[in-house]
């Protein structure tokens, strides 16, 4: 099955940028998509098809996808973006084809 | 505006069933495929699987095929997913999450992502 690889914890000082990996083999040729889970929240969707973002996610959320990585960076972090983060994607070769990633916590210090 | 509501809690015995209701408002029911995914606690996020609603077809993990059943009422727009012969490692909280694509361009270029999410539901499997 096809797995997705993200770094357990990200920690960014206020103001400055947090970049969260999702590595997946030639993941550059899927479309990914990026949740933040706030705690005892359900997911919300900030970044789609690799650099989209839906109406009311502020312009600070990107994301790209290149080879073998994909990446969702928040600029200017703020207090409040402190969660989990997970990539997804969708893998037709997978008996789970909406794959998730492992999931990262970011921790704004 | 789109709003997913999902059912209440539940506790359940090993071996029982439980049956957890999304009703969905503000959008054409049967316009959009409905997901549903679970998070164990302390856990990541698991797809189960996938309901058309116009036609009720469903697509299913794996791993939980011949336990898990979806399906749905048009004239209430709401999905159920149903799984059953529980043990404690399905407790979780479920959520159903509508896939962000229409049915018909989905059918052409692939399903989209998950948007937006039902509140989710506790369902807690132990004797």
């Known amino acids: 099955s096809y797995v997705l690889t993200q770094p357990p914890s990200v920690s960014v000082a206020p103001g400055q940028t947090a970049r969260i990996t999702c590595g997946g083999n030639n993941i550059g040729s899927k479309s990914v998509h990026w949740y933040q889970q706030k705690p005892g929240q359900a997911p919300v969707l900030v970044v789609y098809?690799?650099?989209d973002r839906p109406s009311g996610i502020p312009e600070r959320f990107s994301g790209s996808n290149s080879g073998n990585t994909a990446t969702l960076t928040i600029s200017r972090v703020e207090a409040g973006d402190e969660a989990d983060y997970y990539c997804q994607v969708w893998d037709s070769s997978s008996d789970h084809p909406r794959v998730f990633g492992t999931g990262t916590k970011v921790t704004v210090l | 505006q789109v709003q997913l509501v999902q059912s209440g809690a539940e506790v359940k015995k090993p071996g029982a069933s439980v049956k957890v209701s999304c009703k969905a408002s503000?959008?054409?029911?049967?316009?959009?495929?409905m997901h549903w995914v679970r998070q164990a606690p302390g856990q990541g996020l698991e797809w189960m699987g996938i309901i058309n609603p116009s036609g009720g077809s469903t697509s299913y993990a794996q791993k939980f095929q011949g336990r898990v059943t979806m399906t749905r009422d048009t004239s209430t727009s709401t999905v159920y997913m149903e799984l059953s012969s529980l043990r404690s490692e399905d407790t979780a909280v479920y959520y159903c999450?509508?896939?962000?694509?229409?049915?018909?361009?989905?059918?052409?270029?692939?399903?989209?992502?998950?948007?937006?999410w039902g509140q989710g539901t506790l369902v807690t499997v132990s004797s």
């Open positions: 999450a509508r896939d962000r694509r229409l049915v018909v361009v989905a059918a052409n270029i692939g399903f989209g992502p998950f948007d937006p």
């Open positions: 098809d690799d650099s």
């Open positions: 503000g959008y054409t029911f049967t316009s959009y495929y």
